[in-house]
Each structure stands twice: as structure tokens, then as C-alpha cells.
């Protein structure tokens, strides 16, 4: 396999650094077929992709606005919380407009759900050059990394793109809504793409600490000395992903995201405890 050394575990096998291009190579050969593969598949069932998911948080019925009026009526009839309409429709100004974001979001579905098969490839470059002893806290690495990035996609399709729908497209400079709003596919689509992709790495961040906590670049000690500065970070990230000025809608992105950060202490403290301090 790739990046064997001394230290790992067939001490006799060495590569070269051009042996670990090739074997890196045929991994993501192995993965790129996956994910093309799934996007064959996607592209042919346009109708349900595109009608029931990619189109879904244009509709009033999606699940989404449904949620947010009951919560609203709940909270006492909270103001721009309910949504009662959306005053858009898409267009396309280009003849080739639909066909390229037909591919696009076929090709974008693939590296979604082929997203854990692209960790596995990526797991199986690295796993020869781990120690034994490095190789049991790592074991889960596959299937918690795949975990955090699909509730990430999840959460940014039923959270974070409808509220971003919901306030860019009633938006209005002024209060005679003298300008109309024609946003093309390629406006939504990119909007679409953009939050759902980063919203997926960002949900990545108790891997991300376990990581720099095993280098030795964070300790659960600094991220408890700079857990306000954390939050206020985490807030105007909160505010730049939903782009409403509603203080529930930021905090419906707010509250996920300082849990994930909660959570990236303890697997900090985990670390430090089970793999840094002397026995």
C-alpha cells in the first residue's frame, strides 16, 4: 500500500516519493469512479432530483416553512419567522443554462454520497504508515468523518438554505418592491452548492481538533480560555450563513454550531488524557 516507513507496520516495505504518487492515484481513480458512477445515476432521474430536492425549499409546502409557522405561532406570532410566500421564480438566460446545471448538481450528489467511500480511499493511503499504537483511536475515522459531513448536508438543506431562501428572495430595498427579482439557476444552484458543501466541512470540526490536538496545536485548556471568543466567532458565522437579520433564524445556525464546538473540547480533553499526558 502507500506511505509505508520504518514505523510501520511491514517495517521491510519502503516507497519511494513517486511509489506514493502512483498509490495515491489509484485511490482517487477508485474514488472518482465512485463518485461519477453515483452521478450517472442521479442525472437520470431528473424529475424527483430536481422536483423533490434541489427545487423543495422553493415551495411553501417544504417541511421547512411548515416547521417555522408552527414555531411561530408558538412563540406568539413571531415576525419574518413565517413564511407565507416566495416572490421568485428561476429563470435561465443561457440555452446551455439547464443542461450544465443538470450536470452539475448530478456531479455535486455524487461527491455527496460518495463522500464516505472518498474517506475510505483517503483512510486506506494513510493507514499503512500509522504505528500500531496510533491505529485504535483513528479506527472509527471512516464512519465518524462520513457521519459529520452528511448531518452537515442535512442541517444546511432543511436550516440553512430555506431561511436563505426565504430572506434573499422577499428581499427589497425599498417598500414598493419597485425592482423584481429574477434569479437565474446558476444564482440558486451556486447559493445552494456553496452553503451545503461548507456546511458539511464545517461540521468536520471534532475531527479537525482531534487532529491538531494530537500535533499538539490545541489543548482543551486554550479552547476553554477563548470560548467567548469562540462564540462571538461562531455568531458572525451564524449571521454570514443566514443572511436574515432574524435573531431566531441565526440562532437556529448558532446553537448546532457552539454544540459542535462543545463537543471538539471533550474530544480534545480525550485526547490529552488518553494520548499526550505521561503515564
Request: with cysteine; hydrophobic share 50%; net charge positive.
Given at each position: 500500500?502507500?506511505?509505508?516507513?520504518?514505523?510501520?507496520?511491514?517495517?521491510?516495505?519502503?516507497?519511494?516519493?513517486?511509489?506514493?504518487?502512483?498509490?495515491?492515484?489509484?485511490?482517487?481513480?477508485r474514488a472518482s469512479a465512485v463518485i461519477v458512477?453515483?452521478?450517472?445515476?442521479?442525472?437520470?432521474?431528473?424529475?424527483?432530483?430536481?422536483?423533490?430536492?434541489?427545487?423543495?425549499?422553493?415551495?411553501?409546502?417544504?417541511?421547512?416553512?411548515?416547521?417555522?409557522?408552527?414555531?411561530?405561532?408558538?412563540?406568539?406570532?413571531?415576525?419574518?419567522?413565517?413564511?407565507?410566500?416566495?416572490?421568485?421564480?428561476?429563470?435561465?438566460?443561457?440555452?446551455?443554462?439547464?443542461?450544465?446545471?443538470?450536470?452539475?448538481?448530478?456531479?455535486?450528489?455524487?461527491?455527496?454520497?460518495?463522500?464516505?467511500?472518498?474517506?475510505?480511499?483517503?483512510?486506506?493511503?494513510?493507514?499503512?504508515?500509522?504505528?500500531?499504537?496510533?491505529?485504535?483511536?483513528?479506527?472509527?475515522?471512516?464512519?465518524?468523518?462520513?457521519l459529520l459531513f452528511l448531518t452537515g448536508v442535512?442541517?444546511?438543506?432543511?436550516?440553512?438554505?430555506?431561511?436563505?431562501?426565504?430572506?434573499?428572495?422577499?428581499?427589497?430595498?425599498?417598500?414598493?418592491?419597485?425592482?423584481?427579482?429574477?434569479?437565474?439557476?446558476?444564482?440558486?444552484?451556486?447559493?445552494v452548492s456553496t452553503l451545503i458543501l461548507a456546511?458539511?466541512?464545517?461540521?468536520?470540526?471534532?475531527?479537525?481538533?482531534?487532529?491538531?490536538?494530537?500535533?499538539?496545536?490545541?489543548?482543551?485548556?486554550?479552547?476553554?480560555?477563548?470560548?467567548?471568543?469562540?462564540?462571538?466567532?461562531?455568531?458572525?458565522?451564524?449571521?454570514?450563513?443566514?443572511?436574515?437579520?432574524?435573531?431566531?433564524?441565526?440562532?437556529?445556525?448558532?446553537?448546532?454550531?457552539?454544540?459542535?464546538?462543545?463537543?471538539?473540547?471533550?474530544?480534545?480533553?480525550?485526547?490529552?488524557?488518553?494520548?499526550?499526558?505521561?503515564?
Amino acid at each position: 500500500m502507500a506511505l509505508l516507513s520504518k514505523n510501520s507496520a511491514n517495517p521491510e516495505a519502503e516507497m519511494s516519493f513517486m511509489d506514493h504518487l502512483e498509490a495515491l492515484r489509484w485511490h482517487l481513480v477508485r474514488a472518482s469512479a465512485v463518485i461519477v458512477s453515483l452521478a450517472i445515476v442521479i442525472f437520470c432521474f431528473p424529475d424527483f432530483v430536481f422536483g423533490k430536492i434541489i427545487y423543495g425549499p422553493l415551495k411553501i409546502e417544504f417541511v421547512t416553512y411548515q416547521f417555522l409557522c408552527k414555531l411561530s405561532a408558538k412563540l406568539g406570532g413571531v415576525e419574518g419567522l413565517c413564511v407565507e410566500k416566495i416572490n421568485f421564480t428561476l429563470i435561465s438566460n443561457q440555452l446551455s443554462g439547464q443542461f450544465s446545471t443538470h450536470i452539475w448538481i448530478s456531479l455535486l450528489g455524487g461527491v455527496i454520497l460518495g463522500f464516505p467511500y472518498l474517506i475510505y480511499e483517503v483512510w486506506r493511503f494513510i493507514k499503512p504508515a500509522l504505528r500500531n499504537s496510533e491505529m485504535k483511536p483513528v479506527r472509527g475515522f471512516v464512519i465518524i468523518a462520513s457521519l459529520l459531513f452528511l448531518t452537515g448536508v442535512v442541517f444546511a438543506y432543511y436550516v440553512i438554505v430555506p431561511l436563505s431562501v426565504q430572506f434573499l428572495g422577499n428581499y427589497s430595498i425599498t417598500s414598493d418592491n419597485f425592482i423584481q427579482t429574477l434569479p437565474t439557476i446558476d444564482d440558486y444552484i451556486s447559493l445552494v452548492s456553496t452553503l451545503i458543501l461548507a456546511t458539511g466541512i464545517v461540521f468536520e470540526m471534532p475531527i479537525l481538533v482531534y487532529f491538531l490536538t494530537r500535533m499538539g496545536i490545541f489543548t482543551p485548556a486554550f479552547m476553554k480560555k477563548f470560548r467567548r471568543h469562540a462564540i462571538v466567532v461562531l455568531l458572525i458565522l451564524a449571521a454570514i450563513i443566514t443572511p436574515s437579520p432574524d435573531i431566531t433564524s441565526q440562532m437556529l445556525v448558532f446553537i448546532p454550531l457552539y454544540v459542535l464546538y462543545e463537543i471538539s473540547i471533550y474530544v480534545s480533553k480525550y485526547v490529552e488524557n488518553k494520548y499526550l499526558k505521561p503515564v
